[in-house]
């Protein structure tokens, strides 16, 4: 785990995406997972008479209040900002301010393009907007449909279903490929949170073909045994 921890990329921490994450937080929501974590390894077993569900509930209690206060208090020292660089009329800091306390900016559509021209009334537009969607949705007959070829392939489509028997999957009677394992390990999405065995999808990705062929057993066992274990359930 150390070995992965050294040479697997992983992100930084944005300091501006969360600018009242401050030490007292940071160390309260890493008592709050270490409590999780051992609430977990001791069984998970919820209820206020067991200690280690108890200590998990009181620490995340504890950093749920201590970021709130952080927010509030960010949000104070921001505004005090605002104000202060309002009042001496320092426009270009006052509107730099707004716009990063901005998520994001609106905007308004006010014209469209049609085949009559450029639209820029309200009611022409929706109008429009209207006119196009009920085109598209509206079924489309063809005068060309033979019915009899219709008849036909859905008489053979009904023979076909008839003489197999689809009521088991054969996909399940073969093993599974490394091919397969390593396809699906590409599309695996990066930097997300690991569960309580510590693994994330960078793990995988760059474990070689060694792990492949571990996960390539594992599965075909849980194939051939028609069982799978709790741990990788979600």
């Not at 300091?15 to 937080?25: D, G, I, L, R, T």
């Not at 919820?46 to 108890?54: D, E, L, T």
């Not at 023979?159 to 999957?169: G, R």
């Amino acid at each position: 785990m150390k070995s992965a921890s050294q040479a697997l990329p992983k992100s930084k921490f944005y300091k501006n995406a969360k600018p009242y994450w401050n030490s007292f937080v940071k160390e309260a929501h890493n008592e709050q997972r270490r409590a999780r974590t051992h609430w977990i390894e001791n069984g998970k077993f919820p209820g206020r008479n067991n200690p280690y569900f108890k200590q998990y509930k009181d620490s995340k209690r504890k950093f749920i209040n201590l970021q709130k206060k952080a927010i509030a208090d960010t949000n104070e020292l921001f505004y005090s900002e605002l104000n202060t660089a309002a009042d001496s009329i320092d426009m270009r800091t006052f509107w730099r301010m707004v716009r990063l306390k901005q998520n994001k900016t609106k905007e308004t559509i006010n014209e469209i393009e049609s085949g009559s021209g450029t639209l820029r009334n309200p009611n022409d537009i929706t109008s429009t907007f209207s006119s196009y969607y009920e085109d598209v949705f509206t079924p489309k007959y063809s005068n060309v449909h033979n019915t009899y070829l219709h008849a036909e392939l859905d008489n053979k489509i009904q023979i076909f279903l008839q003489s197999n028997d689809f009521s088991k999957d054969k996909c399940l009677a073969k093993d599974v490929s490394i091919n397969e394992i390593a396809e699906i390990v590409k599309k695996l999405k990066l930097k997300k949170a690991p569960g309580y065995d510590k693994l994330v999808s960078e793990h995988l990705i760059h474990g070689g073909d060694c792990l492949l062929h571990y996960i390539k057993t594992l599965f075909t066992l849980m194939l051939q045994a028609t069982y799978v274990p709790s741990g990788c359930k979600i």
